[in-house]
C-alpha cells in the first residue's frame, strides 16, 4: 500500500513569488492535513480538509491557502513568498475525518527556501 | 500559549536502558495523543497512541502512558536501541462536532541512543 506522496521534495524560490505544492493521501484516505515544520516553532497545523471542503483552518495568513480534488489529492498554495516561509511543509492523510480517534499518516514533506 | 509542551529538548540514554519521553498538555479538550518519530529530511512517523478512557497502551518496546489529572503523558521504550535515536514528538487531538481532525504538537525531544 502506497504511503503518501508528496511532490516536489525541494524547492528554492525568491521572495514574492507563489508556490504550490502537492500531495497525494494514502488510498482510500479522504481527510489532509497540511503542517508547517520550522525549527523554533515546531510542527503548526495549517489546515485540514474532507471531500473537497476546508474543515479546519490554523492561524495563518491568507497568503496560505489550499484545495482537494474529488480524487482526495490536495495542493496548498503560499503567494507572496517571505523568507520566513522558508520550512518543511508536511501533508498527512487520515482514513475518516469524523473519528477522532485515528491517526495521520505523513509523507516525507516538501522542504522550501525562500531566498 | 503552548498547548502541548515537551519540556526536554533533548536525552541520552545508553543502549539497552529505559527512554522516558514526558509530555504535559493544557487543553481539557483533548482525548486522543500520538507519538511520532521522525528522522531528518522524513516527514513523522506514528508510533503509538491512547485515548483519554485509557491510562496506559503497550505495542512491543512502546509503552505510553496517561495520566489525565496530571495532564500528562509519557512514552517508555524499553529496551532502547540505537535505531531509536531521532525526534519524538508528542500530538493530541480534540474530537470536534464537525468531523475536523487537527493535530497539536509539542517541539519534540531528540533522544539519543548511545551504544
Known amino acids: 500500500k502506497a504511503g503518501v506522496t508528496q511532490t516536489p521534495r525541494y524547492l528554492i524560490k525568491t521572495r514574492g513569488q507563489q508556490v504550490t505544492l502537492s500531495c497525494s493521501p494514502i488510498s482510500g484516505h479522504r481527510s489532509v492535513s497540511w503542517y508547517q515544520q520550522t525549527p523554533g516553532q515546531g510542527l503548526q497545523f495549517l489546515f485540514e480538509?474532507?471531500?473537497?471542503?476546508?474543515?479546519n483552518k490554523g492561524n495563518f495568513p491568507g497568503r496560505f491557502s489550499g484545495r482537494q480534488f474529488s480524487n482526495s489529492r490536495s495542493e496548498m498554495n503560499v503567494s507572496t513568498l517571505e523568507l520566513g516561509d522558508s520550512a518543511l511543509y508536511l501533508c498527512a492523510s487520515s482514513l475518516e475525518a469524523r473519528l477522532a480517534y485515528t491517526e495521520a499518516f505523513f509523507g516525507q514533506g516538501t522542504r522550501l527556501t525562500v531566498v | 500559549d503552548q498547548q502541548v509542551k515537551q519540556n526536554s529538548p533533548s536525552l541520552s540514554v545508553q543502549e539497552g536502558r529505559i527512554s522516558i519521553l514526558n509530555c504535559d498538555y493544557t487543553n481539557s479538550m483533548f482525548d486522543y495523543f500520538l507519538w511520532y518519530k521522525k528522522y531528518p529530511a522524513e516527514g513523522p512517523t506514528f508510533l503509538i497512541s491512547i485515548s483519554s478512557i485509557k491510562d496506559k497502551n503497550e505495542d512491543g518496546r512502546f509503552t505510553v502512558f496517561l495520566n489525565k489529572s496530571a495532564k500528562h503523558l509519557s512514552l517508555h521504550i524499553v529496551p532502547s536501541q540505537p535505531g531509536d535515536s531521532a525526534v519524538y514528538f508528542c500530538a493530541a487531538s480534540a474530537s470536534r462536532g464537525a468531523g475536523s481532525y487537527q493535530l497539536t504538537f509539542g517541539k519534540g525531544t531528540k533522544l539519543s541512543v548511545i551504544p
Open positions: 480538509y474532507f471531500s473537497e471542503t476546508q474543515r
